[in-house]
């Protein structure tokens, strides 16, 4: 990547400054380039070279921006030599790839990763800290996971010629084991994610609640009945009106995470947020009335951007007082059909042998039919290959243009070779990019189909 790493004496010398406004940052024109998940397992950039123009001009684009954000979506280390084991809980599957891929996203240009998402602890806290040593020893910033709460809860710093970047990690989807806890007085606090913890209430009409009663009286399930409410299968349901579910923050995680983006406004020139939010659902492209309101409250709080990923598709971008919200990115490496070997816990989810082949568990997994084609899961439907590079172009502190270059990840090609991004040819970039703009028109942005001034491809842009 293009970018000239700044020392401490520089940054000081540059009268290092936030977006709050309490400083003056250096009025450089610099570009800040975002992908969505990765979870990558098969080695690709052996395609960067002229007979892979799709390929080579993806990549030229992540390395020539002065900073790359990716979510890392997948453990990394040398099953050989782990010491660890796989975890009780997953956050979907046994998400694995060997350090070579490390190596190869920071050749693209990575060099900002988050960590906190629902696969960090697939292989445990051994597994998480195996990975954060690699990222560690090849000097690639990542946050959003720790030792304990508060460790996991601090940004990652990158120094550069724009000025010192500060990067906050968290996961609104992780699995419930690996939720960091807080250092205390006389107990060490506990390994794992930084959580955005969310609270559910359910409430039913007076004839949801009578057939509730009903189903669980016919069932024998134990009724909770403090308030009018009832406990079927383990949920709450309150008596009310109407039907309707309400979904907040956790008003503790929601302190602290925007206590942290203050304090890293005042030590740093700019502040990316990130969050990895599934919710409501992988399904769902409209993101959760909650994380709208949190990421604006992020923004507010001085962060200069703010990026969700999770969904593993494309969602809305807002601009929020002058900053970009992407809310997801979607998919930019997704190769989530490889993984071999696998642990025992997958193919018993299936029914199969212990001794089952992978490929045999993606097969029961994807229901594969007699002409080898998927007919159920992600492989099914092409929005979860379709995605985009954001480009933010900044002077100093001004966002002055976005662009979106509409990238293509292989769905229709086979399991061997599925996932691998490429930019999408006009054809199909057009369709992501118009989606796109459609997904962020309830923000009130609007973004255009142009060409890219440095090629003859489309790409969606927008001017502020």
Same mark, same amino acid.
């Given at each position: ?6 020392? @401490?004496?520089?940054?000081?010398? !540059?009268? %290092?400054? @936030? ?12 570009? =800040? ?24 001009? !993806? ?46 996203? &920071? ?8 960590? %906190? ?47 010192? $970047? ?49 189903? &669980? ?18 949920? $709450? ?32 020139? =700019? ?46 971008? /807002? ?29 018993? $989810? ?7 082949? %992978? ?11 007699? %002409? ?5 899961? =992600? ?6 290959? *379709? ?10 502190? /001004? ?43 309830? =923000? ?5 189909? *142009? ?14």
């Amino acid at each position: 990547m293009v970018r000239v790493l700044a020392t @401490t004496f520089a940054l000081v010398a !540059l009268s %290092a400054t @936030t977006v709050t406004g309490q400083n003056q940052p250096p009025r450089t024109t610099w570009t =800040f380039a975002a992908v969505g998940d990765v979870i990558m397992n098969r080695l690709i950039m052996q395609y960067d070279n002229e007979s892979d123009p799709a390929f080579q001009q !993806l990549v030229r684009i992540i390395r020539e921006a002065d900073v790359s954000f990716m979510n890392l979506e997948q453990s990394v280390f040398d099953l050989a030599s782990f010491e660890g084991w796989p975890a009780a809980e997953t956050g979907g599957s046994y998400e694995l790839a060997s350090p070579a891929t490390l190596r190869e996203l &920071a050749d693209m240009g990575f060099d900002l990763l988050n960590r %906190a998402n629902n696969h960090t602890t697939d292989w445990g806290v051994e597994g998480m800290r195996a990975t954060n040593g690699l990222l560690d020893a090849m000097g690639l910033v990542h946050a959003g996971t720790g030792e304990n709460l508060g460790l996991a809860s601090r940004p990652g710093y990158l120094e550069t010629r724009a000025g010192r $970047i500060a990067l906050i990690g968290m996961a609104s989807t992780h699995t419930s084991l690996s939720r960091a806890g807080s250092q205390g007085v006389a107990v060490r606090g506990r390994p794992g994610v930084n959580p955005l913890r969310l609270n559910t209430m359910h409430y039913g009409s007076p004839q949801t609640m009578a057939e509730l009663r009903r189903v &669980a009286t016919q069932l024998s399930v134990r009724q909770v009945d403090p308030d009018g409410g009832l406990s079927v299968f383990g949920t $709450i349901v309150h008596a009310a009106a109407r039907d309707t579910t309400i979904v907040t923050l956790n008003e503790r995680d929601r302190r602290r995470v925007l206590h942290e983006v203050r304090n890293a406004a005042s030590l740093s020139d =700019f502040v990316v947020a990130t969050s990895h939010t599934h919710e409501p659902s992988n399904h769902s492209m409209v993101p959760p009335d909650w994380l709208v309101r949190f990421a604006r409250e992020a923004v507010d709080e001085g962060a200069a951007l703010f990026v969700g990923h999770g969904p593993h598709q494309l969602r809305g971008v /807002e601009i929020h007082n002058g900053r970009p919200v992407f809310y997801s990115l979607g998919n930019f490496i997704f190769q989530n059909e490889t993984i071999d070997p696998m642990p025992m816990d997958e193919t018993e $989810i299936y029914g199969l042998p212990f001794d089952a082949l %992978a490929s045999e568990v993606y097969d029961a997994r994807f229901q594969v039919d007699s %002409a080898g084609n998927p007919t159920w899961g =992600f492989p099914t439907e092409s929005r979860f290959y *379709e995605s985009v590079v954001a480009v933010v172009h900044f002077e100093g502190d /001004e966002v002055t243009e976005m662009r979106f270059y509409p990238v293509e990840l292989g769905w229709q090609e086979p399991r061997s070779r599925r996932g691998t991004p490429r930019l999408a040819d006009d054809t199909t970039g057009r369709k992501i990019v118009e989606r796109l703009a459609e997904l962020s028109r309830p =923000f009130g942005v609007v973004i255009s189909w *142009e060409k890219d001034p440095n090629s003859s491809r489309g790409i969606g842009v927008w001017r502020r």
